[in-house]
């Protein structure tokens, strides 16, 4: 064993040692994505990566998420692997396009992962019936996602991520091409979800207040290279409401998150 696997505790859900990421870019230039970023993720917290474009976000939750391999350091996922947990779909993940297929029912998109991992037949249907009221969409199951919402869609693309009830759940910017309204409520139905299904969250954003509102603990990255600059605790309480958002509180934990950014 060796000395990062020895500090991995039951508590942790992701751990990253020292991991850095270099591309080769076009013309052989390479470009440092990410330097020395080492943190650990606790089960069933709700964490954001925070920063401004290009400081190597969606870099690392695809590192986590094993769609590219990290050119140095460690990643535990779940006990394993980044790999094995791909594999076992530890993970659901959610982009910031809802990437349904517009040929597919809202049901149908929903029951894809239980096609893809073989999950006996007779289950589809409660399975999905539970996901679709989960996310407030049970009146919506036949329709097609060309006819709803921008929301509707990144609801349908929630459902669809949990519907193999994976441990983790990985949100790449999922709100941010929606509008203000539409975006606040989705932040208290995903608060919502999180509450009832007890999963671990890793949320990319770059919206200070958005990170603020929803998290545990907010990772505040920056760039050239990508790296760690601080971690700040949310020492909001729970459940958060929508009134939160007009309390001095908020205001002065959204000021210390900005306050944290190195270089920007
Ligand atoms: N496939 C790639 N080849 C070369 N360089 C890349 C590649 N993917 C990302 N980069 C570079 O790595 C750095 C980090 O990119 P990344 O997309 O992870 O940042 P980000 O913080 O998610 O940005 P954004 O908020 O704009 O999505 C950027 O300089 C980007 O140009």
Not at 80 to 109: C, H, M
Not at 178 to 189: A, I, Q, V
Request: hydrophobic share 40%.
């Amino acid at each position: 064993m060796n000395s990062i696997t020895e500090r991995i505790s039951s508590k942790d859900e992701i751990v990253m040692d020292k991991v850095g990421m270099t591309y080769q870019a076009d013309g052989g230039k390479s470009v440092a994505a990410l330097s020395e970023v080492s943190f650990s993720i606790h089960k069933g917290e709700f964490i954001s990566l925070l920063g401004p474009s290009g400081c190597g976000k969606t870099t690392l939750l695809r590192i986590i998420a094993d769609l590219i391999k990290p050119t140095t350091g460690k990643v535990f996922v779940a006990g394993d692997t980044p790999e094995s947990a791909r594999k076992s779909r530890k993970y659901g993940i959610v982009f910031q396009n809802s990437v349904l297929y517009d040929w597919r029912s809202v049901r149908a998109n929903i029951q894809l992962p239980l096609e893809v991992m073989r999950v006996p037949k007779p289950e589809w249907k409660e399975r999905i019936d539970s996901m679709l009221e989960l996310v407030g969409l049970s009146d919506f199951g036949s329709h097609y996602p060309h006819q709803l919402s921008g929301g509707m869609q990144q609801r349908v693309s929630i459902a669809r991520a949990l519907a193999i009830n994976p441990e983790i759940l990985l949100m790449d910017e999922p709100f941010s091409a929606l509008d203000e309204f539409t975006r606040e409520k989705l932040h208290e139905d995903l608060l919502r979800i999180w509450r009832r299904t007890n999963k671990t969250i890793v949320f990319v954003t770059h919206n200070i207040a958005e990170s603020a509102y929803l998290s545990d603990r907010v990772c505040v990255l920056s760039p050239h290279p990508g790296r760690l600059s601080a971690v700040v605790d949310v020492d909001l309480p729970r459940p958060r409401t929508a009134e939160l958002r007009q309390k001095p509180e908020f205001h002065a934990l959204v000021a210390k998150i900005r306050n944290s950014f190195e270089g920007v």
